[in-house]
């Protein structure tokens, strides 16, 4: 056996080892073809975009992890696009990719061909976003509903009282609703008990800000004084944190994001922005890779719970996130080398 395969199974041993100890003892089994012995798996990427700066990190972290395991990894970008991305994956089953790993643009538009590529005998993995109606053969994320949760938590622990504004995710995007039921668990006790006020609730249509600012713009106008804001990602945050600006309230609002993008600690740091959320990516992006592998080889993966896609049950794997405010800066991100301490206090007076 060469020095290649070795590695491989060492990793599958001990990443069965260690999902093990986390699962509640179910097991999934990729019907995939099965992969020649003398052959590196070839993993097909399928990205929406790199607009957001984590998916930047996603791809390096995966594709270093999957290499180190003697895999060939193919990447695809869709740049916001879904017909994009439903004709990439297409190339990349075309290709004779063993796994297909999917970040999708649109969780009901790219279900048809996810599906077409398991009718293929190729092995799917949806990664931190779910494909719907697909039945993929794994979904590895983070625990979106906890994400919104922390965020929601955090806030409401420094404004238990006053006017809030929820600015989700898109719309296509089925972590956007997790994230929200997140929110929604700790804020509708306390709109119940009429501590909380939710001015309003925007649902954009994609990951881009034009329609977040121009949403916001106009109900920062209509002269509503406005205690919180929890936004879908950072990108939305530094959106909003712009329009307050503009018209002098930064500092008034608490805005919360996810990501832990650079920028988003800086304005931690800098006493613009309250929080965010920190997702250890290096991590999801080695059991990713790990997996994938697995999938090729036809091993079975042992997983910790099931999520239903809106018509099958499927193997989900979930990590914890972890909120980062001005007093954790130091413990969560820079301890981690996510960020270095002299990025995240560049604009800091010390």
Same mark, same amino acid.
């Given at each position: 056996?060469?020095?290649?395969?070795?590695?491989?199974?060492?990793?599958?041993?001990?990443? @069965?080892?260690?999902? +093990?100890?986390?699962?509640?003892?179910?097991?999934? +089994?990729?019907?995939?073809?099965?992969?020649?012995?003398?052959?590196? %798996?070839?993993?097909?990427?399928?990205?929406? #975009?790199?607009?957001?700066?984590?998916?930047?990190?996603?791809?390096?972290? *995966?594709?270093?992890?999957?290499?180190?395991?003697?895999?060939?990894?193919?990447?695809?970008?869709?740049? $916001?696009?879904?017909?994009?991305?439903?004709?990439? @994956?297409?190339?990349?089953?075309?290709?004779?990719?063993?796994?297909?790993?999917?970040?999708?643009?649109?969780?009901?538009? /790219?279900?048809?061909? +996810?599906?077409? =590529?398991?009718?293929?005998?190729?092995?799917?993995?949806?990664?931190?976003?779910?494909?719907?109606? =697909?039945?993929?053969?794994?979904?590895?994320?983070?625990?979106?509903?906890?994400?919104?949760?922390? $965020?929601?938590?955090?806030?409401?622990?420094?404004?238990?009282?006053?006017?809030?504004?929820?600015?989700?995710?898109?719309?296509?995007?089925?972590?956007?609703?997790?994230?929200?039921?997140?929110?929604?668990?700790?804020?509708? %006790?306390? !709109?119940?008990?009429?501590? @909380?006020?939710?001015?309003?609730? !925007?649902?954009?249509?994609?990951?881009? #800000?034009?329609?977040?600012?121009?949403?916001?713009?106009?109900?920062?106008?209509?002269?509503?004084?406005?205690? =919180?804001?929890? +936004?879908?990602?950072?990108? *939305?945050?530094? &959106?909003?944190?712009?329009?307050?600006?503009?018209?002098?309230?930064?500092?008034?609002?608490?805005? &919360?994001?996810?990501?832990?993008?650079?920028? =988003?600690?800086?304005?931690?740091?800098?006493?613009? $922005?309250?929080?965010?959320?920190?997702?250890?990516?290096?991590?999801?992006?080695?059991?990713?890779?790990?997996?994938?592998?697995?999938?090729?080889?036809?091993?079975?993966?042992?997983?910790?719970?099931?999520?239903?896609?809106?018509?099958?049950?499927?193997?989900?794997?979930?990590?914890? %996130?972890? /909120?980062? &405010?001005?007093?954790?800066?130091? #413990?969560?991100? !820079?301890?981690?080398?996510?960020?270095?301490?002299?990025?995240?206090?560049?604009?800091?007076?010390?």
């Amino acid at each position: 056996m060469s020095e290649m395969r070795l590695s491989v199974r060492r990793f599958v041993l001990v990443g @069965v080892s260690i999902v +093990c100890a986390l699962s509640l003892g179910l097991s999934a +089994c990729s019907k995939s073809k099965r992969l020649a012995a003398d052959r590196s %798996p070839m993993i097909g990427l399928a990205l929406d #975009s790199l607009v957001v700066e984590r998916w930047r990190r996603d791809v390096d972290s *995966f594709t270093k992890a999957a290499h180190d395991l003697g895999a060939e990894v193919v990447l695809r970008v869709a740049n $916001q696009d879904a017909n994009t991305q439903i004709a990439q @994956v297409r190339e990349l089953l075309n290709q004779g990719i063993d796994v297909l790993v999917i970040i999708p643009n649109d969780a009901e538009k /790219l279900s048809d061909v +996810c599906r077409e =590529a398991k009718r293929k005998g190729v092995a799917v993995m949806s990664y931190d976003r779910l494909v719907h109606n =697909a039945n993929v053969d794994l979904y590895i994320s983070f625990d979106n509903e906890k994400v919104g949760s922390l $965020q929601a938590q955090a806030v409401t622990e420094a404004v238990p009282q006053g006017n809030y504004v929820v600015i989700n995710g898109a719309i296509t995007d089925n972590n956007a609703y997790m994230i929200n039921k997140g929110f929604h668990a700790v804020l509708d %006790p306390l !709109i119940a008990e009429g501590k @909380v006020h939710l001015l309003e609730e !925007i649902w954009p249509s994609d990951w881009m #800000s034009e329609e977040v600012r121009t949403r916001f713009e106009a109900l920062v106008k209509s002269g509503q004084k406005i205690d =919180a804001v929890l +936004c879908g990602n950072d990108m *939305f945050a530094e &959106t909003v944190i712009s329009v307050l600006s503009e018209n002098r309230m930064v500092g008034k609002t608490k805005v &919360t994001g996810q990501d832990a993008e650079l920028a =988003a600690c800086q304005r931690i740091a800098e006493g613009s $922005q309250f929080a965010t959320i920190y997702k250890p990516i290096d991590a999801l992006a080695l059991k990713a890779a790990g997996f994938a592998v697995m999938m090729a080889h036809g091993e079975k993966i042992r997983y910790d719970n099931k999520i239903d896609d809106g018509r099958y049950k499927v193997p989900y794997m979930a990590l914890d %996130p972890i /909120l980062v &405010t001005a007093s954790t800066l130091d #413990s969560t991100v !820079i301890k981690d080398g996510f960020h270095t301490r002299e990025d995240v206090y560049r604009n800091v007076k010390r």
